[in-house]
């Protein structure tokens, strides 16, 4: 491999999938594998690994959370339900509204039909 091959690689980043990450934390944690070892292996930084796995410990919980419905709350369930709310309170707005619109035609004396 040429000087400019390596020096092009090294300056790229690579992309690991969630997955792929799990799988270099776990030869460390659970197979023992020294950190540096797993480092040079997978040409990353010790740095990196120790972020993927504060990380991976940081949202852990995630995985084992039960909503009351026995689901695991997820961000869209979240989201859905904040939107859902929202919707409400804008319908009761424009049903308020549309009374005192009613209202206004009548005192007017105006047809409602």
């Given at each position: 491999m040429s000087n400019d091959n390596k020096q092009n690689e090294a300056n790229q980043r690579r992309q690991f999938s969630p997955?792929?990450?799990?799988?270099?934390?776990r030869q460390h944690?659970?197979?023992?594998?020294?950190?540096?070892?797993?480092?040079?292996?997978?040409?990353?930084t010790p740095t990196q690994f120790y972020?993927?796995?504060?990380?991976?410990?940081?949202?852990g919980a995630a995985a084992f959370a039960k909503t009351a419905g026995g689901r695991a709350?997820?961000?869209?369930?979240?989201?859905?339900?904040?939107?859902e709310d929202k919707l409400q309170r804008k319908d009761e707005v424009i049903a308020e509204i549309m009374a005192e619109h009613i209202l206004l035609k009548?005192?007017?004396g105006e047809s409602c039909a």
């Open positions: 997955e792929q990450k799990i799988k270099i934390l944690l659970l197979e023992k594998v020294p950190i540096s070892e797993v480092c040079e292996k997978q040409r990353i972020q993927w796995q504060k990380t991976f410990f940081e949202n709350n997820s961000q869209a369930e979240q989201r859905l339900t904040k939107l009548k005192s007017l």
